[in-house]
């Protein structure tokens, strides 16, 4: 059903309800740390949702009825028909080409979120469109160029109207499945190393996760940036193969199990020099291992709960080392009057950067929209090779 045009990313890519496909470039090790949210979903002789079958001409949406963890996702998710809304002179339809699958989305759904929708509502953060139509007061804008919704909620559909000023053109030749994941994870990579802490020459970052969305932008921008980066994986074999022998990035396996054990594989790769900004998805033992490896003063930034656990933090780093901690949601962090400035250098720079493909994150699979129930059960699997994404019936898997 989707053939990928990917150069360098592996995909599974979902045919119907029990079929898949793998298309290629090159393998790619599992994810280790994801969100490990339960999610039931049927097996594969349910059907999952209740479909209304429209017809060709209706845009569908998805719909979240419940965020009540004890019912099963098939129970709370809906794919509804809906109606085209009018426009406005600033207006602009769009048709959602692909749409990611976030661990916002997934916590949104099971009432976890710092933002919690009344239902029912249309979930999804981020994707990419290309515009269907403009109200009569938007000139800067052709039919069919290809755009990306930012501060957009509710893009689970095929279609949305979203105000002009919400909207960022992008390359309308660019990968389509990569444009899709931009506005999240990478601009979440972005203020994270840029402004949370001055990162001096000779020092170092170090983050866990680094398998990850994120973790795999924060990698691309840490060498685009000349920034030292120690990556932290759980397992062995979850170092990336062809970056063994890269003499520009450092790798640590570690369990998270004994703080004092990830420090001294920490100091044998900066030796003296200091180690200022942790980054933490995980939470957790692994919040605890993070902040025994930064140096006197430095800051650990806390992301993800991918552990599901509360931080675990020694007293003795809080007291004696001066070991700051410290939340980070790039939503709120958009939100604060004192990032105004900052926050309009984001979006600018990171479409720059796109511009000359840094961003190369891994996809694993993509649904189609009526096949939202096995999507949400794929992205909350453990130890994944990628991220997975939905499309719109504007999708063209060959662009």
């Known amino acids: ?59 569908r949406c998805v719909e979240i009825l419940s965020t009540d963890r004890s019912h099963p996702v098939r129970e709370r998710i809906r794919v509804s028909a809906t109606a085209r809304a009018p426009l406005g002179p600033m207006d602009v339809r769009i048709g959602m080409l ?28 981020e994707g990419v469109a290309v515009v269907l139509e403009t109200g009569t007061g938007v000139s800067d804008l052709g039919i069919g160029d290809r755009v990306i919704p930012l501060g957009v909620f509710g893009l689970w559909a095929d279609e949305r109207v979203v105000r ?15 444009q899709a994941m931009l506005s999240a994870n990478p601009a979440t990579a972005w203020v994270m190393l840029q402004h949370l ?65 990830l420090q001294h594989k920490v100091r044998a790769i900066a030796k003296e020099a200091p180690v200022v900004l942790g980054l933490d998805a995980i939470g957790g033992s692994a919040s605890s291992a993070m902040a025994s490896a930064l140096s006197p003063g430095g800051l650990l930034s806390v992301y993800g709960m991918l552990s599901g656990e509360p931080c675990h933090i020694a007293t003795e780093d809080l007291l004696f080392r001066r070991i700051a901690v410290r939340g980070f949601w ?39 929209l009526d096949d939202v129930c096995d999507a949400v059960a794929h992205a909350g699997r453990e130890q994944r ?3 997975v994404l939905l499309s719109g019936k504007h999708f063209n898997p060959d662009n």
């Open 98 to 125: 692909a749409m990611s699958v976030l661990p916002a989305d997934l916590l949104q759904m099971n009432g976890q979120y710092g933002y919690q929708p009344p239902v029912p509502y249309i979930p999804g953060h």
């Open 197 to 261: 802490v001055a990162v001096q020459p000779g020092e170092w970052v170090i983050q866990n996760a680094a398998n990850s969305a994120v973790g795999q932008c924060v990698r691309q921008l840490a060498k685009h940036l000349g920034i030292a980066l120690i990556n932290v994986v759980r397992r062995e074999d979850a170092i990336p193969h062809r970056n063994r022998d890269d003499t520009t990035e450092y790798w640590i396996a570690d369990s998270g199990v004994a703080p004092s054990t």
């Open 330 to 368: 790039l939503a709120q962090w958009f939100s604060d009057p004192a990032n105004r400035t900052a926050a309009k250098a984001v979006f600018p720079s990171l479409m720059a950067l796109d511009a000359i493909g840094l961003f190369k994150m891994n996809v694993e699979a993509v649904y189609d």
């Open 385 to 387: 090779g990628g991220k």
């Open 1 to 59: 059903m989707h053939a990928l045009n990917q150069q360098s990313l592996g995909a599974l890519v979902h045919l119907n309800s029990t079929t898949f496909r793998w298309r290629i470039a090159e393998k790619h090790q599992p994810n280790k740390w994801l969100v490990g949210i339960s999610i039931t979903c049927p097996d594969d002789n349910y059907e999952p949702m209740n479909k209304p079958n429209p017809s060709p001409s209706e845009p």
């Open 164 to 178: 002009r000023q919400a909207l960022a053109v992008v390359p309308a030749h660019g990968d389509a499945l990569q």
